[in-house]
């Protein structure tokens, strides 16, 4: 079977070139239910290949069904604050590429798209969608903006304007594939582009975006980018496993401790009341049971705290760069530098 090159690295690397436009096309095609054609890439901040680029995503100039220029940005790579950065990516957009003492008229419509390869957050569906209404709070009817079109008064609805959001999940997809939206997130997810394609911009993905057809170079560069992706999530997953078990460990150990002190000092004034053979011993019962109980969530909590702190060693000591470091463990850079 073909092995096909990860969407992830694709975009940055290779669907810039306007040879393999058709590809981008087609995902924003089934994306948003009509036609779209790229007129251009657009360079910014946000293109740059750098590994340890803070503004990791893809810019693009296209046109839709109706003509109109829409600006499109792509971001795939992991954030702890993700909302927040794809609000900032969308402000980054729009004032990139808009002029200094150019008319408000000029600001273009965005849609965000989201490509996210871990775990977001709670949710059951593997795409999302939202864009912004002005509703009434008392007569829940949708406000239209009067604007100006060339010498024209014409009506404009703030989902016209305002940006549209699409969050796919890839892990989140499990069934077969039937739609092109679904045939798309087959390839996303596991690299599977079916022989009979009629998907729009898969067909050109089997042709261009084969491994094999790589150079030697370019090759290495994706194994090592794979690699890289694979030893991130297994240190991850490791250390905070490895902090689970040893917070259970410590917690069930100081749990019987503090619990059998308790469990006495209770039973002991509990027994007083009921009768000291049947009190210390209902005493000892409960508080070891309370305090075993409390202990391991306090050990539990304490274990993940001292995992993130390994996992922040260990990528330390491997070189990576302070600022990632707190991004992917959550620690402060301040943190860090301590360690």
Do not use: C
């Not at 690295?9 to 994306?31: P, S």
């Not at 997130?185 to 050109?204: C, F, H, N, R």
């Not at 308790?262 to 011993?281: F, P, V």
């Not at 969530?297 to 996992?311: L, N």
């Amino acid at each position: 079977m073909d092995k096909y090159i990860r969407f992830d690295w694709a975009a940055k690397r290779m669907l810039r070139d306007k040879a393999n436009f058709a590809v981008l096309e087609g995902l924003m095609t089934v994306l948003f239910e009509e036609q779209v054609k790229i007129v251009e890439i657009l360079e910014s901040e946000g293109n740059q290949e750098e590994v340890d680029d803070k503004f990791n995503r893809v810019d693009i100039k296209a046109k839709n069904s109706k003509g109109e220029i829409i600006l499109v940005e792509i971001q795939q790579t992991r954030e702890l604050y993700y909302l927040q950065r794809i609000l900032y990516g969308v402000a980054k957009t729009i004032t990139e590429h808009i002029k200094l003492g150019n008319k408000y008229d000029q600001v273009k419509k965005v849609y965000s798209i989201s490509i996210v390869y871990f775990d977001l957050g709670k949710g059951s569906d593997y795409l999302y969608h939202g864009q912004t209404q002005l509703v009434g709070v008392h007569t829940h009817d949708q406000l239209i903006i009067n604007t100006r079109d060339k010498d024209a008064i014409k009506m404009v609805a703030p989902t016209d304007i305002f940006p549209e959001y699409y969050i796919i999940r890839v892990n989140e997809f499990n069934q077969v594939a039937n739609t092109p939206l679904e045939e798309w997130l087959d390839y996303l997810k596991d690299g599977y582009i079916k022989d009979d394609t009629t998907a729009p911009g898969l067909a050109e993905a089997k042709e261009r975006l084969q491994y094999m057809q790589m150079s030697a170079e370019e090759r290495a560069a994706y194994d090592r980018h794979m690699d890289n992706i694979m030893v991130q999530n297994d240190i991850l997953e490791t250390k905070v496993l490895e902090g689970l078990e040893r917070g259970i460990e410590q917690g069930m150990a100081k749990g019987i401790e503090q619990g059998m002190a308790k469990g006495i000092e209770q039973g002991m004034a509990k027994g007083i009341e009921q009768g000291m053979a049947k009190g210390i011993q209902q005493g000892i019962e409960q508080g070891m049971a309370k305090g075993i109980q409390q202990g391991i969530e306090q050990g539990m909590a304490k274990g993940i705290e001292q995992g993130k702190a390994e996992v922040a060693r260990t990528m330390k000591e491997s070189g990576m760069a302070i600022a990632d470091i707190a991004k992917f463990t959550g620690l402060t850079e301040e943190t860090v530098n301590s360690l």
